[in-house]
């Protein structure tokens, strides 16, 4: 069935507009457009809603970066995109720099798609980070402190809170997992949080890790299992409970339980799309007044796991340099702030990419690392960070996500002086990761 696209095009012509749409439609969008020539006509139709912008670059009477301009100065997030038979590459880069996601030659519309496709997807994330930004604006400010600083390896108590006991059985005998310590800390990090709000008047906490294996029997029952060995982890909690409606959704974004404000709806579904990167499933057991079990199971492998090193309890190392940190949630952007200055660190922020842009061409000079989330508004992480580089191309960067795609994942890491730190992320974790990249830039 054809996908429903509402684009508005700001073209001069009127057969390159309807080529345009003739190569959406093929590509399996559905269109409704509408064609604008000038900047009162463009005004007008900023009224409606729009899916994405499609705009010439030069026109007889309307430059295509004054229509980029119009566009954001009403506060339009719409994805906007050059097609231009005329555009250079330093005008294009221009381009970019104001706020417009791609570009394209007229010469060469076999992009167009692609190109229509990861514009409209990164939108849809943008749109679910402000919808999460309007909850986590709700939440105590203690609290998005707190869970940046509760990692699993310091401070767990208190994160989960004082009047619930924690008990573990772990077996010394796991088989080995392929898998991103860092995400594996971060879903039992999520499991217990859940499991502490729900128990907010305290109970027991049972966490164990076991070899296991699923047969044909299990699979009979749980249709999308794979057949194999696997590691257990499991984490049992004595709180409130789900009904059978609330288990059914109990994965998806934005779900939640929680009264307003206690809750985001993302850490289930973070749990869920980590396990599921890993080729692993995860199963959940609840009732009302009977507590709640979720059973992840990870696919084992062959060979010997990593050594494990002894862990360090030493003070947290921070340092001098100056340190630009782009995030535009509020709460997490004043809370690294404050872990950084705590350090000895200068920092400069920025709320979204284009303003991490901003800040860093009027002190590129003294900017030692950024710190900036992959998922932003107007422009996101690995795009802003691209024109930075343009100024100082070995800018070490550090890009930070809780629910970036495994593809932008992989191209960040791709990119040289990058690295990537996984939300949520513990103090301890954060200052060695900061002070690994910064040691790392050459002398």
């Known amino acids: 069935m054809p996908i429903p696209l509402r684009v508005l095009f700001i073209e001069d012509s009127d057969d390159d507009a309807a080529l345009q749409v003739r190569l959406l439609r093929q590509g399996g969008y559905d269109v409704s457009y509408e064609r604008v020539d000038s900047a009162a006509a463009l005004g007008e139709a900023l009224a409606k809603r729009w899916d994405i912008i499609i705009s010439d670059y030069s026109m007889p009477h309307f430059k295509g970066t004054d229509a980029l301009k119009l566009v954001r100065q009403k506060s339009q997030d719409v994805p906007f995109i050059f097609v231009s038979g005329t555009i250079g590459e330093d005008a294009a880069v221009a381009a970019l720099k104001v706020g417009a996601?791609?570009?394209?030659?007229?010469?060469?519309?076999?992009?167009?798609?692609?190109?229509?496709?990861?514009?409209?997807?990164?939108?849809?994330?943008?749109?679910?980070?402000?919808?999460?930004?309007?909850?986590?604006?709700?939440?105590?400010?203690?609290?998005?402190?707190?869970?940046?600083?509760?990692?699993?390896?310091?401070?767990?108590?208190?994160?989960?809170?004082?009047?619930?006991?924690?008990?573990?059985?772990?077996?010394e005998d796991l088989r080995v997992v392929w898998a991103d310590p860092g995400q594996i800390e971060q879903v039992l990090m999520n499991l217990c949080l859940n499991a502490r709000d729900a128990m907010p008047d305290g109970g027991r906490l049972f966490i164990q890790t076991k070899n296991s294996a699923i047969d044909e029997e299990?699979?009979?029952?749980?249709?999308?299992?794979?057949?194999?060995?696997?590691?257990?982890?499991?984490?049992?909690?004595?709180?409130?409970?789900?009904?059978?409606?609330?288990?059914?959704?109990?994965?998806?974004?934005?779900?939640?339980?929680?009264?307003?404000?206690?809750?985001?709806?993302?850490?289930?579904?973070?749990?869920?799309?980590?396990?599921?990167q890993h080729k692993g499933f995860i199963d959940v057991e609840s009732a009302p007044g009977q507590g709640t079990t979720f059973q992840v199971f990870l696919p084992s492998g062959e060979g010997l796991p990593d050594a494990q090193e002894k862990p360090q309890e030493d003070a947290l190392r921070g340092g001098n340099e100056s340190i630009l940190i782009a995030e535009d949630n509020e709460g997490l952007?004043?809370?690294?702030?404050?872990?950084?200055?705590?350090?000895?660190?200068?920092?400069?922020?920025?709320?979204?990419?284009?303003?991490?842009?901003?800040?860093?061409?009027?002190?590129?000079?003294?900017?030692d690392l950024v710190f900036m989330d992959v998922v932003m508004p107007y422009l996101n992480g690995p795009n802003a960070y691209t024109q930075m580089c343009a100024v100082r191309p070995d800018l070490p960067v550090i890009f930070t996500t809780g629910y970036a795609s495994e593809a932008t994942l992989l191209s960040v890491r791709s990119m040289e002086n990058s690295a990537v730190l996984q939300k949520p992320y513990g103090s301890q974790y954060f200052a060695k990761k900061l002070r690994e990249v910064l040691d790392k830039k050459p002398s």
């Open 333 to 367: 952007r004043e809370a690294a702030k404050e872990i950084l200055e705590s350090l000895g660190y200068r920092v400069l922020l920025a709320k979204d990419g284009a303003d991490a842009v901003r800040v860093f061409e009027e002190n590129h000079a003294s900017i």
């Open 218 to 276: 299990y699979r009979r029952l749980h249709p999308y299992a794979v057949t194999g060995p696997y590691v257990l982890l499991r984490v049992l909690d004595t709180g409130t409970g789900m009904d059978a409606a609330a288990l059914e959704h109990v994965f998806e974004p934005f779900f939640t339980t929680k009264e307003t404000g206690k809750g985001t709806g993302l850490g289930l579904a973070t749990v869920y799309g980590i396990v599921k």
């Open 101 to 171: 996601q791609d570009y394209l030659m007229k010469t060469n519309l076999g992009r167009l798609i692609p190109a229509v496709q990861r514009e409209l997807r990164e939108a849809r994330e943008r749109s679910e980070r402000r919808r999460l930004e309007q909850q986590v604006h709700l939440l105590q400010r203690f609290e998005a402190i707190g869970r940046l600083a509760g990692g699993v390896a310091h401070d767990f108590n208190n994160v989960i809170g004082e009047r619930i006991d924690i008990q573990m059985e772990l077996a």
